[in-house]
C-alpha cells in the first residue's frame, strides 16, 4: 500500500516563495509518474505539474517560469518549489501518485498554500 504525506504549505505575501515536500511510503515510488494538483473553494481540482519516472516533466501553463517539480528516488520524494507566488495560487496543494496496471490512484492529505497580496 502506498501513502502520501504532504508538507511545507503556509502563507505568504505575492512575490515570495515556498517549498512543498511529498513524502511516499511504498514499493511502487521509482517506476510511476508524480504530480502535484491544487484545488481553491468552489473549483475543481486542477493539475499543477508532473514528473516521470525519467524526470521529464510539464507543468500548467499558469505555473510555467515560477514552479519546479523534481523528485529523489532514493528518499521517495517529490518537491514543488514555487517562486513569484500570486494570489491566484491560493489552494490546497495535493501530492498523486497514479499506478494504473494494479489500479492504484494515491493521494495526500494535502497542504494549504496561503498567498497574500
Known amino acids: 500500500q502506498v501513502q502520501l504525506v504532504e508538507s511545507g504549505g503556509g502563507l505568504v505575501q505575492a512575490g515570495g516563495s515556498l517549498r512543498l515536500s511529498c513524502a511516499a511510503s511504498?514499493?511502487?515510488?521509482?517506476?510511476?509518474?508524480m504530480g502535484w494538483y491544487r484545488q481553491a473553494p468552489g473549483k475543481q481540482r486542477e493539475l499543477v505539474a508532473t514528473?516521470?519516472?525519467?524526470?521529464?516533466?510539464n507543468y500548467a501553463d499558469s505555473v510555467k517560469g515560477r514552479f519546479t517539480i523534481s523528485r529523489d528516488n532514493a528518499k521517495n520524494t517529490v518537491a514543488l518549489q514555487m517562486n513569484s507566488l500570486k494570489p491566484e495560487d491560493t489552494a490546497v496543494y495535493y501530492c498523486?501518485?497514479?499506478?494504473?496496471?494494479?489500479?492504484?490512484?494515491?493521494w495526500g492529505q494535502g497542504t494549504q498554500v496561503t498567498v497574500s497580496s
Open positions: 498523486n501518485l497514479k499506478a494504473p496496471l494494479v489500479g492504484g490512484d494515491y
Open positions: 511504498g514499493s511502487i515510488f521509482r517506476l510511476n509518474a
Open positions: 514528473i516521470t519516472s525519467g524526470r521529464s516533466t
